[in-house]
């Protein structure tokens, strides 16, 4: 309580606002700096700034309720409204929190990695890319998420593609991705289209309250609902639709791989929830056979095929690109479960798998700054060469495996609960399947760095050689906010209670004021 | 060997002029009649279809269409890609500056009513579209000529030195 | 048959939705793919603006008619004022749905982006890799993984 009073009554008035327009004002802004550094610290700052009011938003809803925000002073229905509830300000908080972890860790990233003209822009894109992403997440207009959608997928093509700097790679891996991204947005937008038909609205509480008036029964919204969830099955790389996702992580810039893997699929996911849950209503008889059938059903195959896939790559960032494909699938199983507890897991796991995986791939980014790893069997002897790099990478990975005191065991744990709590025996099966795998995949790396001799050059052993403090603390930072989440998981649970609570109570039905013929110009003084 | 080709450059620069010149002529016309359209486009936005997108897309293509007539390089040296980037940056400005300016008043972002709060016919909102409009035309004719200078001053096709010979056994 | 010409609209967003996919998933030239994808968003235009038709509905747009102190800049404002009241007293006339426009004219923005971040994509492909079609791009890219080459 005594920290929300902290924060000044205009960021918790107008935050919602605020944490899309501050990065995309200042993103337009640095395109322009001279220097890097100053783009550098200008960014670090914005992303800081949005993570404070992220927080004070967070404390606000956690304490007084949703804010809703109306753009332009325009009430909703009406305009577009910007609101955060228990669903959505946690994961604000996380966006914004690993956006400023990583942006630390972007100064030597950045500068080993990216050509020098082309510094300030990347900066500027990446601030585009998240306020994209906030924006996504922030607001309750349904057609100003396809718009926000694209703000952060252009930005982040541009993004992936300057790995080729690097790596020539990364530009057909990023075209692939422009590729199915836009095809994944353009689905949703059709099914924004089919559900604006139907219902005459933008506004997704209002949009619910129609679609109540509707029913089940009809086509339309049935087609909506299915082109809603493959759009936004490809960008969050459901299963099948993952293909995207290896490439384009392996080859963009190390620092924004580790910002992309720990929050774009963690956007879509969250869409995907709030479409589900609060703009269709889930007990409807299509909706509930999607979630179990395809939702759960692609959930499993991912957590299968994806961690098999993972065993089998060469490419450090590809194994974990993979095994993302992978944890998709266990936040999948958790949504597609429906019921609380399920959620609860579900949603837990969209953040306990930010962390890890922003962690992993901070270390691997560290990796190719000092010795240019990016193979498995190059890893040989790293716990030797870069001891706290390698330590950090080991935490972050025994949490992926789900090791008892890391987060991954805490939401691994609340799934498998979720599923013996549904009568799913089967699912927790899968589950520990699916970990041993990530064990084998894991442990084959870990195996390299700490029980294979280094390597010998000119018949000298390999000089220990740390990264530098900006790209440990970071890592570190994550690593272990791994632990300490996972050895006192209260407030990260109580968090995805709190969204479950709101995803559980369905639809919110919002009394629709009455409204006159044409939309009047909203102006203080009377006519 | 260079010589040759500038002289074979030269004669073909020389062959364009003639050939074109009926081009040039009425391009020369046609050219501030088409950015004084985008204009007209522009403000008519506040009272009928318009607007600053299409506006800056008119008001761009009549760079385009000189570049094009022209050459690239006299375009760049009317309007210089340095200003672009600054254009680009101060369009995105002054729609986010509206909203600041609103904050600023104490109104929502971009609550345009704010600029003229005792208005009985709404004078803000006119005052605030006007503003944000401005801002799109900015932004949206130097981001169409940013993007034809990009591709339009990149150099012909260009085999990397380092790509492998592909041969069929590769393929297999 | 009826269906199609009554809602031919829709069919025709059908059509160029199915034509834009299938270039995008069966041509390997990256060019084509482009091509593809725009047609697939062009259907998406398509359908936008045929949502926002409604049945007898003029253009929403005020006539001079409507707007009485049209001129000056000051007394535009009248004007609006004095279209509102002429509008909100004469309910019957039927406008058009503005909004999906508006909609897709950003939608038409974002597909101008996409397709020049993806033929920017094409270039620099074409000037490291010499081709454009992704098989022999794939090649190369197989050489490149079998080389670990990162440079």
């Not at chain 1, 919602?16 to 220097?35: C, D, E, K, Q, R």
């Not at chain 1, 589900?276 to 299968?304: C, E, K, Q």
């Not at chain 1, 002897?381 to 090791?403: E, K, R, Y």
């Amino acid at each position: 309580m005594d920290l929300l009073s902290l924060f000044p009554e205009w960021v918790l008035v107008h935050g919602p606002a605020a944490i899309v327009v501050l990065p995309l004002m200042v993103g337009a802004l640095i395109a322009l700096s001279p220097s890097e550094k100053l783009s550098w610290a200008t960014t670090w700052f914005v992303t800081g700034l949005s993570g404070l009011m992220s927080l004070g938003l967070l404390l606000q809803v956690i304490s007084h309720g949703p804010i809703a925000y109306a753009m332009g002073g325009w009430k909703p229905p009406l305009g577009i409204a910007y609101s955060v509830d228990g669903l959505n300000a946690p994961i604000l908080l996380l966006i914004s929190v690993i956006a400023f972890v990583c942006t630390v860790y972007a100064l030597p990233s950045v500068i080993a990695e990216v050509e020098p003209e082309k510094r300030s822009p990347f900066y500027a894109a990446f601030l585009l890319s998240f306020a994209g992403l906030m924006g996504m997440v922030v607001t309750a207009d349904a057609f100003n998420v396809c718009v926000f959608l694209e703000v952060s997928s252009i930005s982040t093509y541009a993004l992936v593609a300057m790995g080729s700097s690097r790596d020539r790679r990364a530009l057909p891996s990023s075209f692939n991705y422009l590729i199915m991204g836009s095809i994944g947005a353009t689905f949703f937008v059709i099914g924004i289209g089919f559900l604006y038909m139907q219902t005459g609205t933008l506004n997704m509480m209002d949009m619910a309250r129609v679609l109540q008036d509707i029913g089940p029964g009809d086509r339309v919204v049935q087609l909506a609902f299915a082109f809603i969830v493959i759009g936004l099955g490809l960008k969050l790389a459901m299963f099948p639709l993952h293909t995207w996702l290896p490439t384009a992580y392996a080859y963009a810039p190390s620092f924004f791989t580790a910002f992309l893997a720990a929050t774009a699929t963690k956007a879509a996911l969250y869409l995907l929830l709030r479409f589900t849950f609060t703009v269709f209503d889930p007990s409807w008889h299509f909706i509930s056979n999607a979630l179990m059938v395809i939702i759960a059903g692609l959930g499993i195959l991912g957590m299968l095929a994806a961690s098999l896939q993972a065993i089998f790559q060469s490419d450090i960032r590809r194994v974990l690109a993979f095994s993302s494909v992978a944890q998709v699938g266990y936040i999948l199983l958790g949504i597609g479960m429906a019921t609380t507890l399920g959620l609860t897991a579900g949603y837990l796991h969209i953040l306990n798998h930010a962390i890890m995986k922003g962690a992993l791939f901070l270390a691997v980014g560290a990796f190719w700054y000092r010795f240019g790893i990016t193979k498995v069997s190059d890893m040989r002897g790293l716990g030797t060469t870069m001891p706290w790099t390698m330590a950090g990478f080991t935490v972050a990975g025994l949490s992926l495996i789900g090791v008892p005191g890391t987060v991954g065991f805490v939401s691994k744990l609340a799934l498998a609960q979720a599923a013996a709590e549904n009568g799913w025996w089967w699912a927790i099966g899968v589950i520990v399947l699916s970990s041993v795998l990530a064990i084998v995949y894991v442990g084959r790396m870990i195996e390299q760095a700490y029980f294979q001799p280094v390597p010998k050059i000119n018949d000298k052993y390999i000089k220990r050689n740390e990264a530098p403090l900006t790209m440990l603390i970071p890592l570190w930072t994550l690593a272990l906010a791994s632990v300490a989440f996972g050895i006192d998981s209260h407030w990260p649970t109580s968090l995805a209670q709190g969204a479950a609570q709101v995803l559980g109570d369905g639809p919110i039905l919002l009394v629709r004021e009455t409204m006159p013929a044409i939309p009047a110009i909203p102006s203080t003084g009377g006519h | 060997m260079k010589r040759a080709r500038k002289r074979a450059r030269a004669n073909k620069m020389g062959r364009s002029e003639n050939q074109h010149i009926i081009l040039r002529v009425v391009a020369k016309l046609l050219i501030p009649l088409i950015a004084v359209y985008g204009l007209y486009v522009h403000f008519h936005g506040d009272y009928g279809p318009g607007g600053g997108f299409q506006a800056g897309v008119i008001f761009a293509s009549s760079i385009i269409l000189y570049a094009l007539i022209f050459g690239l390089d006299e375009a760049k040296r009317v309007v210089p890609p340095s200003w672009i980037r600054v254009i680009m940056t101060l369009g995105g400005l002054v729609f986010g500056g509206t909203g600041v300016a609103t904050w600023l008043l104490g109104g929502e972002y971009l609550n345009y009513t704010m600029f003229a709060p005792d208005s009985t016919h709404a004078a803000g909102q006119h005052w605030g579209i006007f503003a944000v409009e401005i801002g799109v035309l900015l932004t949206v004719t130097s981001v169409i000529l940013a993007i034809f200078y990009a591709f339009g001053s990149r150099g012909g096709s260009r085999r990397p030195n380092n790509a492998p010979n592909l041969s069929d056994e590769d393929k297999s | 048959m009826t269906m199609v010409f009554e809602h031919f609209n829709f069919a025709v967003v059908i059509v160029l939705m199915m034509t834009g996919l299938f270039a995008v998933f069966a041509s390997h030239n990256m060019i084509k793919k482009l091509v593809g994808l725009s047609v697939f968003q062009t259907s998406v235009f398509l359908l936008y603006i045929s949502i926002s038709k409604v049945t007898g509905g003029r253009p929403p747009v005020l006539s001079k008619k409507e707007l009485h102190g049209y001129g000056g800049y000051d007394k535009a404002g009248d004007g609006a004022d004095a279209a509102y009241k002429t509008v909100s007293e004469t309910a019957e006339i039927i406008y058009s749905n503005p909004l999906p426009h508006v909609l897709i004219l950003t939608a038409i923005v974002v597909g101008v982006a996409t397709l020049a971040i993806g033929l920017a994509l094409v270039v620099r492909t074409r000037e490291e890799y010499g081709s454009i079609e992704e098989d022999e791009i794939d090649a190369y890219n197989y050489q490149d993984n079998l080389e670990g080459a990162s440079r």
